[in-house]
């Protein structure tokens, strides 16, 4: 089998071959969501623990569901509802629920670099479902696995990410595998939202959403993430829509066959225009169904394989 992690700590740490393998992997379990008896016995008598320290509607009940499918049990860590409100540091809420002996823990930290911390005391497999500004491995996945259904394949195609590149897991692992897939990506945003460093990355840098839409094949847009931004990166909300929102005039621009996407959560009308989002040329829910399939995949091949050689 061609991957050999103990964690899903990342996108960089992937190798494209090894990308590929999730994505055809859940493949292989994306009919399984279409049946009427929604379960295989693949993970029976495995125990996954989801600890969010960060609110998550997707990413949480994706994880969810994709473990009850494939039959596993899971329990959803509450973080109002637990000791860490009575002051038990992060690193013994983990420590504690390590000693139950779960066979993965799934974690979503506010902070970068957390699921990597945990691997250093845990026992179990950790995946990364989303640490701060760092890394969304999954969500990175999921999209290729939807560019991939939507488009056939990776070759010569032009994928914009667009908004605020800076504050976004989902861009930098975006940016990680397309990377490792060959493909073409601009990055569009405010200046202050799309720093000059990023040019390290190999990728093409835009401030004019106008221009650089030209001929684009996929247009990822992203949230405003208000909530990591410690002062005003534009002056107004108004003034961002204008430059940035993904409108149907806009849109009009990219290829003919283009398709949006977008992570989620939406900010209707501030980065995409409801009618861009609710069009048929968006793929957005279709993310999300995707979402459960490569996480299938994910749980499978971390947890799975019976006498695998883990290298990290
Ligand atoms: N895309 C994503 O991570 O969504 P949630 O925050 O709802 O999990």
Do not use: W
């Not at 290729?144 to 504050?167: P, Y």
């Amino acid at each position: 089998m061609a991957f050999k992690h103990k964690h899903l700590l990342g996108i960089q740490t992937l190798t494209s071959s090894e990308i590929m393998t999730v994505l055809d992997t859940a493949e292989s379990f994306f009919e399984i969501s279409t049946r009427a008896v929604k379960k295989v016995p693949t993970l029976r008598g495995k125990t996954i623990i989801n600890l969010f320290f960060e609110p998550s509607t997707r990413t949480r009940s994706s994880f969810e569901l994709a473990a009850k499918r494939l039959s596993a049990d899971i329990v959803n860590f509450n973080q109002q509802t637990s000791s860490t409100v009575k002051g038990e540091t992060f690193k013994d809420t983990i420590l504690n629920l390590d000693a139950m002996n779960p066979d993965a823990i799934i974690i979503r930290h506010s902070c970068s670099g957390v699921p990597q911390f945990a691997t250093t005391f845990c026992q179990t497999h950790i995946i990364n479902a989303g640490d701060g500004a760092h890394e969304h491995p999954t969500q990175a996945l999921l999209d290729a696995f939807t560019i991939r259904q939507e488009k056939k394949n990776f070759k010569d195609l032009k994928v914009l990410i667009v908004g605020d590149i800076l504050h976004s897991r989902v861009a930098r692992s975006n940016i990680f595998l397309l990377q490792k897939l060959e493909v073409r990506i601009v990055l569009v945003g405010p200046p202050s939202l799309l720093p000059l460093e990023f040019k390290k990355f190999g990728v093409d840098l835009d401030f004019n959403l106008d221009r650089a839409i030209e001929g684009a094949d996929v247009v990822m847009m992203l949230r405003i993430q208000l909530e990591r931004q410690e002062r005003n990166y534009f002056p107004s909300i108004r003034e961002y829509r204008n430059l940035y929102s993904l409108t149907e005039k806009r849109f009009r621009r990219a290829k003919k066959n283009a398709i949006i996407m977008h992570p989620g959560p939406i900010n209707r009308g501030v980065e995409i225009s409801a009618d861009m989002a609710d069009s048929a040329k968006s793929v957005i829910l279709k993310q999300v169904e995707n979402g459960i399939a490569v996480r299938m995949a994910v749980l499978y091949l971390l947890l799975g394989g019976k006498e695998r050689e883990a290298i990290d």
